[in-house]
């Protein structure tokens, strides 16, 4: 889609109020101490709005820009000054200083259409008697905007109850399906993560898909877009792009991302797909992702096993990439757990993890393999972490299905 880019900068004169009105000075001096003058004659802000891609429903009114002046010391001079009652000059100790400008007092941590501008100007140096004048300041976005839509392929398969939930830091935003309003989310750090989660039919099944972005920051725009897939199988698959964009210049994608499946996968290698009892592992109703599921705190992660001839038996290689989780915990030969009779030094393994283990899962038809309770102890080990799941039914029909997942 063509880029419209608005661009509006505004500079205001700091001369407000009745003609020939004259404007007070502000000290902030110690009595024994130097001091020099910040002068706000020549201060003026502009805004810069280029990464938009319509012109926004609303302007912000720089004269409500807020402004805080701090000292080396990073503890703020004075109280919340307002960029259209600004004094003609400030008097402050000599030192350095450094000034915050906001288009808003306190940024929300998610709200549509709510962008939000600002800049930070460092080394502000206030000199014995001399003084410092501030020229025009630029201020840029300062959250991160978000915006979501689907191809036009997926668009015609895609259910009413389809929904996309963002989640940056503390900031959640619900995208139901036909939302075109941007989504601006505060930016805590420097570098972010953001999580995508979209829930909804798609061509007739209910699917999900959970995905960890990362190196997310402060003035870009993640515009995000569902793609569906169909291979020559006739098999559905959906998958997400993301376009970068940031002060005019389109950012290289930075993202860890798993394939999530709706209905089979023929690629996705369990067993012996010609004989329908063969022991089979289900991920939300689809096939295991081959690719590594991208692991967050507090994130839900459980299988379904299938053994329509019941499971005789039951073990879980793990292995990682982890230096550190090999050498704490595989080294003590736990692995691979048998999961039906388990050593006493695999049973604290599973106690750890929440994994269900005993004689009472032999015979058994279905069950569940839920790794939530790994999620946690697994992201002190950056790595990709892969658990192989090897169960074999009571007529020997056997099968291997590896679950990769990764901490970034």
């Known amino acids: 889609m063509k880029l419209f880019k608005f661009i509006s900068i505004i500079t205001l004169a700091l001369s407000i109020g009745l003609a020939g009105c004259e404007r007070e000075k502000i000290g902030y001096e110690d009595k024994n101490g130097a001091t020099g003058t910040l002068s706000f004659m020549n201060f003026g802000i502009e805004t810069s709005t280029s990464i938009d891609i319509v012109t926004r429903a609303g302007s912000s009114d720089i004269n409500n820009y807020v402004i805080r002046i701090f000292d080396a010391n990073g503890e703020q001079v004075g109280d919340d000054y307002i960029y259209g009652q600004m004094p003609e000059g400030i008097v402050l100790v000599t ?16 709200e549509f259409e709510a962008p939000v501008y600002g800049a930070t100007v460092n080394g502000i140096v206030i000199e014995e008697d001399q003084t410092t004048d501030l020229g025009t300041i630029t ?20 259910g009413d109850d389809a929904k996309v939930v963002v989640e940056i830091g503390n900031g959640s935003l619900n995208f139901p399906k036909g939302e075109t309003k941007c989504g601006y989310f505060a930016a805590p750090e420097a570098s972010n993560a953001m999580t995508v989660k979209f829930t909804g039919t798609v061509d007739g099944n209910y699917g999900t898909m959970t995905r960890a972005f990362t190196d997310v920051k402060a003035g870009q725009w993640r515009k995000i877009t569902f793609i569906y897939i169909e291979n020559e199988e006739g098999n559905v698959t959906f998958d997400i792009q993301v376009e970068d964009w940031c002060d005019e210049r389109e950012l290289a994608s930075n ?10 996968d023929p690629d996705a290698g369990e067993g012996d797909d010609s004989n329908p ?61 048998d999961m039906i009779n388990p050593s006493e030094a695999q049973i604290a393994i599973c106690n750890m993890f929440g994994f269900t283990y005993g004689s009472a899962l032999a015979g058994l038809t279905e069950t569940t393999f839920d790794l939530s309770g790994a ?5 002190g080990f950056p790595g990709t972490h892969t658990f192989t799941l090897n169960i074999t039914d009571t007529e020997g029909n056997s099968s291997s299905t590896p679950i990769k997942m990764k901490v970034n």
């Open 139 to 158: 201020c840029k976005l300062i959250n991160i905007k978000v915006s979501v839509g689907y191809s036009d392929l997926m668009q015609e398969v895609l």
């Open 255 to 264: 993202v860890e991302v798993s394939e999530e499946v709706i209905g089979p």
């Open 277 to 337: 009892d063969v022991p089979k592992v289900f991920y939300k109703g689809g096939s295991v992702p081959k690719s590594p599921i991208v692991i967050t705190d507090g994130m839900q992660l459980s299988f379904t096993i299938s053994a329509p001839k019941g499971i005789a038996s039951f073990t879980v290689d793990m292995a990682s990439t982890s230096d550190v989780f090999n050498n704490e915990v595989l080294s003590m030969g736990i692995s691979p757990i």
């Open 375 to 379: 999620v946690t102890p697994l992201l």
């Open 95 to 110: 030192g350095t200083y450094s000034m915050k400008i906001q288009s808003v007092s306190q940024i929300p941590a998610a």
